[in-house]
């Protein structure tokens, strides 16, 4: 069990060190923790936010926890060297297509929803985020029309391999659920969504105990507003699963709860926080570290299959919740080592 851990920059050191606290308590004798530069630290130190040295530590590591990346002083370097490339290289190199970012609301914190409570009450949605392709990784650049123009591009792509296999995890992922699917796309005006939609279709036959709906992103951001109760499953690709999984986040409450997996095919994944590295709270010991925490929790089920340990841990989160342990996005006053350790008395 050895997990590369990658703090990163901003809030990811202090987040990170208060999930590496939980994780020890756990005493699990074959988990062993390597430590790696990611970020605009690993550029500071090394000249690359992702070092060949940290990218060995990965691809040698069953799993890896991640804090965040990003530092507004480096949005003026060359692309290839800014920071986020730590984290989509990773996400590249090793594979990991499939985002499963969870979002339901804990009891008693509906309140904090930016929704009215009873309809906040309602979420329990699992977005599946396609991560490796779409806009993201296609050709971009910068270039000089014939006019004299400047003209910014991204290309946006999906081939059908890569839509079949994160659709087939959104099946299985509801077959363990409610067994509701929806698939957000924009093929009323992308040809990559109509081509998307078409696969989906395709591998629903697959799946006939899946109740399968398609819901226009635009509809999607609305519906999730209006009525987050009708979701159980949602699959879409990389752009639209990171702009909603934001949206989810303010509806269960807070950004700083939000979890997630990368998972490759088989069990290797990285595990982070879905929110940044908070550069307007960095160093203050205010972030929220449950996201992380509970992130570490998905580490343990979906690499190591470590149930029982990943569920002492949501518990450990739930009940310190349930008893007030509140965040400044909680509408609280309880610090980053505070939480932290509220944690770890109830572990
Ligand atoms: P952000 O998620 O870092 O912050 C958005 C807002 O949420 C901020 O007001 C922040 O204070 C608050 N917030 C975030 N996490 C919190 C926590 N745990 N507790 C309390 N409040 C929290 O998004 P941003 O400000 O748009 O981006 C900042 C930097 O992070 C950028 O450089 C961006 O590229 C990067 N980023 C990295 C990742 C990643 O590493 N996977 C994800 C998102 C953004
Ligand atoms: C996320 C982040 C990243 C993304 C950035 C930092 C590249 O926003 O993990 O949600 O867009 O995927
Ligand atoms: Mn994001």
Redesign the pocket.
């Known amino acids: 069990m050895k997990v590369a851990v990658f703090a990163?920059d901003?809030?990811g050191p202090e987040?990170i060190e208060q999930a590496v606290r939980v994780i020890d308590k756990l005493s699990i004798k074959e988990l062993e923790m390597v430590e790696g530069d990611v970020g605009a630290s690993a550029y500071r130190k090394h000249g690359h936010p992702l070092p060949q040295a940290t990218l060995d530590i990965a691809r040698s590591a069953d799993a890896i926890l991640f804090g965040?990346?990003?530092?507004?002083d480096c949005d003026d370097l060359e692309r290839h060297l800014r920071?986020?490339q730590a984290?989509l290289g990773l996400r590249k190199e090793l594979d990991l297509f499939a985002n499963l970012r969870p979002a339901k609301v804990y009891a008693g914190l509906e309140e904090m929803s930016s929704l009215r409570p009873e309809v906040a009450l309602s979420i329990d949605i699992l977005i599946i985020r396609e991560l490796t392709g779409d806009v993201y990784f296609g050709e971009k650049g910068i270039r000089t029309l014939d006019d004299g123009r400047r003209q910014g591009y991204d290309i946006m792509t999906y081939a059908e391999d890569e839509v079949r296999r994160i659709a087939h995890v959104g099946f299985k992922a509801a077959q363990g659920r409610r067994g509701k699917l929806c698939s957000v796309d924009k093929a009323n005006v992308l040809e990559t969504s109509q081509l998307w939609r078409d696969v989906v279709i395709e591998v629903s036959s697959e799946y006939p105990d899946v109740e399968l709906s398609h819901v226009l992103v635009d509809n999607a951001a609305m519906q999730l507003v209006k009525e987050p109760g009708q979701f159980d499953v949602i699959v879409t690709g990389n752009m639209f699963g990171d702009i909603l999984s934001d949206q989810a986040s303010m509806c269960v409450g807070?950004?700083?709860l939000l979890a997630s997996a990368a998972m490759a095919e088989g069990t290797m994944g990285l595990y982070?926080?879905i929110?940044?590295?908070?550069?307007?709270?960095a160093g203050k010991n205010i972030?929220?570290p449950m996201?992380t925490i509970l992130s570490a929790a998905m580490l343990l089920r979906h690499s190591f299959g470590r149930e029982a340990e990943a569920q002492r841990i949501e518990t450990a989160v739930a009940s310190a919740l349930a008893d007030g342990i509140r965040?400044g996005?909680l509408g609280g006053s309880a610090g980053t080592s505070a939480i932290g350790d509220a944690i770890l008395a109830r572990l």
């Open positions: 990163g901003g809030i987040v965040s990346v990003g530092d507004f920071p986020e984290i807070s950004i700083g982070e926080p929110h940044g590295s908070a550069p307007d709270i972030a929220n996201a965040g996005d």
